[in-house]
């Protein structure tokens, strides 16, 4: 795996390391060793899969407080998205910032979505599957969200989103 530094700090895209011939590929999409080399260890408790029948579904943007709090790593099987994250660590260099990855089944990058950051997305595609690696399970007493739309954010989306559910459409504005 490659691991590259992104604009906010703890944020990594990650790319395979692809080893092939006549037949196609083989590389890694997780390694425990590779990643604690790296300097970011981590723990899988849990694999998350999620489907959005429509271009243009927007999932997110949410977070876990507390000991529920996640990191994920974040690959797109099938379609494509636009992936995008907010550090919303205090105690950041980049608080506040935002930054969004063209992940897709082609590419096959990879985002590694630090504790403390809101994560979310919008497909690009009809069709589209995304795939988690978390290293915490989901606490639904402990999950909370920002709006998309945001203006604490003005997040620069590809497209107007198309279909968002009822929740992700009405997290209260943020508040620092």
């Known amino acids: 795996m490659i691991f590259s530094e992104t604009t906010l700090q703890d ?3 990650i790319k395979l390391e692809r080893r092939g011939d006549e037949r196609g590929f083989f590389a890694r999409f997780f390694c ?3 990643f604690s080399e790296a300097g970011y260890p981590i723990e899988i408790k849990q694999a998350n899969d999620s489907l959005s029948a429509e271009k243009g579904t927007l999932r997110g943007m949410h977070y876990q407080i507390g000991e529920a709090s996640e990191t994920k790593i974040v690959r797109c099987l099938k379609g494509a998205i636009y992936d995008v994250v907010i550090d919303l660590r205090s105690s950041s260099q980049t608080y506040l910032k935002w930054e969004g990855f063209h992940l897709d089944a082609e590419n096959r990058d990879m985002v590694r979505v630090p504790k403390g950051f809101a994560h979310g997305f919008l497909t690009l595609e009809p069709d589209t599957e995304v795939f988690y690696l978390v290293d915490n399970e989901y606490s639904p007493d402990s999950e909370r969200g920002v709006r998309w739309n945001d203006p604490a954010f003005d997040i620069d989306w590809p497209l107007q989103p198309q279909v968002i559910s009822d929740k ?4 209260a504005d943020f508040v620092p």
């Open 11 to 13: 944020c990594l895209t």
């Open 32 to 34: 425990l060793q590779e």
């Open 168 to 171: 992700d459409d009405s997290w």
